[in-house]
């Protein structure tokens, strides 16, 4: 029997079609350095969609259960990694990692495969956000002060940070991250004012520069700044 479309069918098809394409194109564009990972996102697409369009209760727990066990890996690893940075304000990779389980699991049924990006890129703008809650609460940081602190490095940290368009984040500054920059360990005494300077001065020259930090030539502003680079390009993990 051959089935009849009505014209609100069609035109749904058309309509999604062109969407899905677009959002395709986004995500190849977001990952172009790191092609391997376009198959591994749309790999936990489809668990998500297994997930959202099983009718049996049995069945859904089961989607979910295989959803957050292939993400679980990621987020013991963002866990870690945030509990290392902030262990000085007790706030243990332990207290991350339950933070964000609860994130993935509410974001199992938030999440909509309509928006710009996909579910794997949502999970980790998820991570971020709410590890900064966490942090803002734990360390009793207001709003304002918060965002001050974020606005004095955002200019310069962009510059010596790392290409971060393969991230869903990467159109904007993550500013949990460039809260942490003058306090990495890594960097000498002599990167930090390097780096202040740079912001006091934006359109300074780099002889200037070397004049602010009491550098002997002023080319070794640019071999400083190349190895905060990839000091901060740790970073991006």
Known sequence: MTKIYSQVDINKEETTKPREETKLKGLAARYKKRPSMIDYVLQIEKLWERYALAFDTQEKEKAQHKLLKQLSFKLKKKAR??????????????DFESIFFEAAWKLCDKYNHYGDFYFYETFLLALKRRGIDLVRS????????????????????????????????????????????????????????LLRAKYENPD??????AQAVVLKHHYEVTRILDKVRTKLAAYNN
């Open 81 to 94: 990694a945030a509990g290392a940075h902030w262990n000085n304000s007790r706030i243990s990779a332990a």
């Open 138 to 193: 734990r360390t009793r940081t207001k709003q304002g002060t918060f965002e001050l602190k974020v606005r004095r490095l955002r200019e310069e940290a962009a510059d010596y940070l790392p290409d971060k368009q393969t991230d869903v984040e990467g159109r904007t500054l993550d500013s949990l991250l460039v809260t942490q920059i003058l306090n990495d360990e890594t960097l000498t005494e002599r990167e930090r004012r």
């Open 204 to 209: 300074a020259s780099k002889a200037e520069l």
